[in-house]
């Protein structure tokens, strides 16, 4: 792909100067920019570059959206892993529909068979640049956590576990009241229940510094993981430090599996004693020490804002979704910018040959008009299958969003019923140790007892006897007590353990019933986007034809000096373009 370094109109390879102001072209430096990904996203320049992909700004030329358009390194995109990793990304966050996690359009291959994903277009930074300036002042911490224990929450409730948590994958933009709305990204090597294993005996994937002890020992450690993680996002959100520093990764990880977490206090922050223990809570080794889940996690965050008074960020109900955002119609750039070079184009000819055009630049012009009507009438029809594509999507994603909050609704009550049974099945051990006591007491009295029954032999009584008697009852019925104490607790904890199973299937049967939803327009969704791509490849080629035949015709017109004015127009036109 080449450009034209005076208007930056892009040209093919093949092409050597622009016809607007003949200028000589340059080759681009990224190939990509300036070429239109399935028919309609207009690569426009590089957002940023990593090892395993690129993110390009974007545009969708049907509906004058702006973009970002993630594609896989070439490199890796012979990596069948690798390559359903980039597509788990996608379909994990798409399904999602959660105003804190970033919010994905599109997904495919492009032509030389890369995979790409076109998401929404953040103004803002990533949480690692907020935390690289030093500590976040609670008023403004806070709100965040918020957000980001909301987007894992949906998250986990549709069984999907990020697994790679750290704040470069957790994104800070702003609202139109300039507040911070929270994106999660980089959902890459989340394991979701649907998917099949990716990850390879031996293998562990994510983050040293944020990686939960069971993560390194387990690849098939569950959403408590992304907790640990949380934890140690939000120490160092808090203290602008790590709660480890190790000089490799074997370093940092023996650090995570045996060395307990510093307390934010011992690095010289005041905290409420509320927060403290929350973030001690989400970094404990063992995971049945953490929040039973994310949504326990929000429920104390919003508790610990509403004792300091610190404002909440909006409902999730209230969030903007970027699908909602309103799009144009049919962006009048490219067509009506070459119904105005026509326009020149005749003005030209006029001019310069007032007896008459000759045939070949009259003809020349003929197959501009052509193919500028032909591009009219595709362009027509696939605004029109663009907007059936986006009632389509907005179906999709108002379901999704529908079902989420059913799950989110069920989730919550399932958090509360979860933790009320831990708390329930942790009450029943001092019932069993009261058991187990009695009991012990029970067998040392009887020894007694045996002990006086010998020297009585039943033929002398002795009070020793008598009283060992007296304390065997005692104690039997503190052994019963105990017992119907410790049945009673115990029954309570199954009846909450089986309020969050009933719970639980309430949720999975709203699982599947998204499933099906999905399913049962992905077909239709299919056809129609695969007629947007086909006429958008269609239109993108007849437009470089016309970059073609618009050179030929202006090269032999070029060095007439009464048509100078008329070229200079069609340099203005174009630069205001």
Known sequence: MKSCPKCNLRYPDESTFCFVDGAPLEVLK?????TTMAGRYLIENVLGEGGMATVYRARHTLIDRPCAVKILNPALARDKMVRERFRREAKSAKKLAHPNVIDIFDEGDTGDGTSFMVMELLDGAPLDQLV??????????LPIMIQIARGIARAHDLEVIHRDLKPENIFIAARDDGSALVK??????ARSAQDSRLTGVGEVFGTPQYMAPERITS???GGSQDLYALGVIFFEMI???LPFDAPDVPSFLLKHLKEPAPKISERGFSVPPELESLVDSLMAKDPKQRPVDAHKLHSLLLGICAQLGIPLPPEIHDEKSAYRAPAATLPPVTLDRWVRRMMIFEGMLTRAFPQGSPPEQRGLLDSVRKYVNEITVIRTASVADQRMLEALEGRIREGRERYGRAVDALGVDASKARDIGRQAREGVGPY????QRAAQMTRQIHAEVLHWEGRSGFQTPYAELSAS??????LVDHWLQAADLEKQATAWAEAKEQEVIDLDFQIQELRAQLGKFEASIEQEHQAIEQRVTASGKKATEFEQNLLELATRFCAPLRSRPELAPLFSELETESAAA
């Open 30 to 34: 990224d190939p990509r920019i300036g």
């Open 184 to 189: 999660l990204l980089d959902f890459g090597i």
């Open 132 to 141: 690289s300036k030093g500590p976040i002042p609670l008023p403004i911490a």
């Open 239 to 241: 203290t602008g430090q």
């Open 432 to 435: 069993t140790a009261a058991v």
């Open 219 to 221: 690849i098939d450690a």
């Open 469 to 474: 008697y007296r304390k065997t009852a005692e």
